[in-house]
Structures are given as C-alpha cells and as structure tokens.
C-alpha cells in the first residue's frame, strides 16, 4: 500500500457553514506524489440540531461508511484546482463524498503525464484512500483522458474473487491483470461503479483538428514546450511500450460493476462512434449510454444539471 501524507489543512476563526476538506499527498505503487483533495459529502451538514423545520433536519449524520465517494479524474492539462474540476466537485460533494486529485504531470503532482498510460495508477491510489477513510462504495468519474483512465481502471482492478486474474499479496483484492499491464498491484483499489465522460474508444485517434494539435503537443518536443508552459502539463518524452489496454478493450472486462457513457452530439475532439464503439463493447445492459444533446467535450462542456444526473446515478446504482 502507498502512503499518504496529509497538509496544507487551511485554519480560519470563522465557523465553517460547509464541511472542510482534506489535503494529502498520495504516493501511487511506482512512486509518483499525486496531489488530492477529500471533501465530505455536504448534505445536512450545519443543520441545527432539535427539530429544525426543512427536510435536512432529519437527515441522519452521514458516516464514511454510509456515505458514498466520488473520485474525479480529470481531463488532460486539467489539475485538481481548474474551475471545472471545482465546479464538478461543489455538485458532487450535495450527493456524496468527493475526492479530486491532479493526475501526474498536472498542476502540484510530480511525474511527467504518459496521456492515460500510468495514470491508472494514480487513479488506484486515490480510491484506495477513499477507502481508507472508510468509504464502502467508491465510484469513479471520469472526463476525456480521465474517462480513458477510468475505464483502464475498472477492468485492471476488481472486487469480484471469480474473474480471474493475479491477486495481490497484500490483501483481499483481486487484480484482474491482461499479460500486458502485470506490472499493477494495489488492493483496495477497486471501483464499484464507473461512469466514463467525453472517452475517446481507441488510440492514436487523429480524425478531429484538435486531436491532430493534442498529437503534437504530445510529440513534438515544441509542443511539450507548449505544454509545460502554456498548460502547465508536464508530458513524459518515452513513447509507450508496451501499448496499454484501449479503452474499448476495457470495457467487457468491468462487469459486474455498473458502467455509464456520456459524449456530447457536439463533442469536437471524439465523434459520436467513440461512445456508440464503448456501448457495443460492453455487449447487451453491460453499459448504460447518455448522448447528451448539444453538449461539447468533457468536463468544461458539463453543466450542473448533467452533473447532478451523473451524481444521483452515481450514488443510485447498486453495488455490483
């Protein structure tokens, strides 16, 4: 297991009218600090206690253990403080628990990005912390590269002991592990819904203009320039080897845990046959698809409606 380090706890004199939150430094299983945020989930909190009127008074105090946990991973050149990423978090946090972290290579964590590569083990580390501060249902929410990433996530990492796959010594969680991606041990680390937003379904896609411009940002050493300092996006120079598992070949993989698609009509990196290629993927109910009209790409094209609809789906689907 990683450990954790926890600061930058923010004091006031004021009282707090909303939960505080959590600052940590998580460390992923190849060495990486990755920069977190936990907020508790914010409903009923600050309702005064003994009969107040309004249906927040009776709400019973949430527990971790009651309470489910959103882990948000971002797009890339996103970071945990971006506004969009705030603004998804202050949603999720009316509905459950919310952990927001910047993915390696962004914003106040250390490494260099690999474009969803590694980052899934940046992504196991955070839902594993969730599950250290003793959340029994943890759903991951991700936008564009993190929607990638969440998928990756969801058919490396599984609670179910029947899938097959290497187990890790160091506990009770299996890891459902292709040949190719042996290298990721974590236990604790599972997600028990997934929901993947604005996710490319394959590789190398160059079929959009601004897909073409993320290559060469990507591979151009002028671009990584770009980069680091127009996106604050640290990008590693090594190209992948071995290619990992495509998104559209993680799919089948996630059940039993439940699984939501959401692209936008208007989405101008990934056309409308990325989420269509998911859906097929994940065979008949293996997926639930939103096309979502008018909608642009991820997380900055996400309002607070379709947010809170991820949010009630989110904390509304059984566990697997």
């Given at each position: 297991?990683s450990s954790?380090?926890e600061g930058?706890f923010?004091?006031?004199?004021v009282?707090l009218?909303?939960?505080?939150?959590?600052f940590a430094?998580?460390?992923t299983d190849d060495?990486?600090?990755v920069?977190?945020?936990?907020e508790?989930c914010?409903?009923?909190?600050?309702?005064?206690?003994g009969?107040a009127?309004g249906?927040l008074?009776?709400?019973?105090?949430?527990?971790?253990a009651?309470?489910?946990?959103?882990?948000?991973a971002?797009?890339f050149t996103?970071?945990?403080?971006?506004?969009?990423v705030?603004?998804?978090?202050r949603?999720?946090?009316?509905r459950a628990a919310?952990?927001?972290?910047s993915?390696r290579?962004h914003g106040?964590?250390?490494?260099?990005?690999t474009?969803g590569?590694?980052?899934v083990l940046d992504?196991?580390?955070?839902v594993?912390?969730?599950?250290?501060l003793?959340h029994?249902?943890?759903?991951?929410?991700?936008?564009?590269?993190?929607?990638?990433?969440?998928?990756?996530?969801?058919?490396?990492y599984t609670?179910d002991?029947?899938?097959?796959?290497?187990?890790?010594?160091?506990g009770?969680?299996?890891v459902r592990v292709p040949?190719?991606?042996?290298?990721i041990?974590r236990?604790g680390?599972?997600?028990?819904?997934v929901?993947?937003?604005?996710?490319p379904?394959?590789?190398?896609y160059?079929?959009?203009?601004p897909?073409r411009r993320?290559?060469?940002?990507?591979?151009r050493p002028?671009?990584?320039?770009?980069?680091?300092y127009?996106?604050?996006?640290?990008i590693?120079?090594?190209e992948?080897?071995?290619?990992?598992?495509?998104?559209?070949?993680?799919v089948p993989?996630?059940?039993?845990?439940?699984?939501l698609?959401?692209?936008?009509?208007?989405?101008?990196?990934f056309?409308?046959?990325h989420?269509?290629m998911?859906?097929e993927a994940a065979?008949?109910g293996?997926?639930?698809?939103?096309?979502?009209r008018?909608?642009g790409h991820?997380e900055?094209?996400a309002d607070?409606?379709?947010?809170?609809?991820?949010?009630d789906?989110?904390t509304?689907?059984?566990?697997?």
């Amino acid at each position: 297991m990683s450990s954790v380090s926890e600061g930058r706890f923010r004091g006031s004199s004021v009282p707090l009218l909303t939960p505080p939150p959590r600052f940590a430094t998580l460390l992923t299983d190849d060495g990486v600090p990755v920069d977190a945020v936990y907020e508790p989930c914010t409903v009923g909190f600050g309702a005064p206690v003994g009969g107040a009127a309004g249906p927040l008074a009776a709400t019973p105090a949430a527990t971790p253990a009651t309470t489910p946990a959103i882990v948000v991973a971002h797009g890339f050149t996103g970071a945990a403080d971006r506004p969009a990423v705030r603004r998804a978090a202050r949603v999720f946090a009316q509905r459950a628990a919310v952990i927001t972290f910047s993915f390696r290579g962004h914003g106040r964590s250390g490494g260099r990005s690999t474009v969803g590569d590694r980052e899934v083990l940046d992504l196991a580390a955070a839902v594993a912390w969730a599950r250290q501060l003793g959340h029994t249902r943890v759903v991951t929410v991700g936008f564009s590269m993190g929607g990638s990433v969440v998928l990756r996530h969801g058919a490396l990492y599984t609670a179910d002991p029947l899938a097959g796959g290497a187990e890790s010594s160091a506990g009770d969680t299996p890891v459902r592990v292709p040949e190719r991606e042996g290298r990721i041990q974590r236990t604790g680390a599972h997600s028990d819904a997934v929901v993947s937003v604005s996710a490319p379904a394959r590789w190398y896609y160059r079929g959009t203009a601004p897909m073409r411009r993320l290559h060469w940002v990507v591979t151009r050493p002028s671009g990584r320039l770009v980069g680091r300092y127009g996106f604050r996006t640290r990008i590693a120079t090594e190209e992948w080897d071995p290619v990992p598992l495509s998104p559209v070949a993680s799919v089948p993989l996630i059940a039993p845990a439940p699984l939501l698609l959401v692209h936008g009509d208007r989405d101008p990196y990934f056309p409308l046959d990325h989420p269509r290629m998911l859906a097929e993927a994940a065979g008949p109910g293996g997926a639930e698809l939103w096309l979502e009209r008018g909608m642009g790409h991820a997380e900055n094209a996400a309002d607070d409606a379709l947010l809170a609809r991820i949010a009630d789906w989110a904390t509304g689907t059984p566990p697997a």
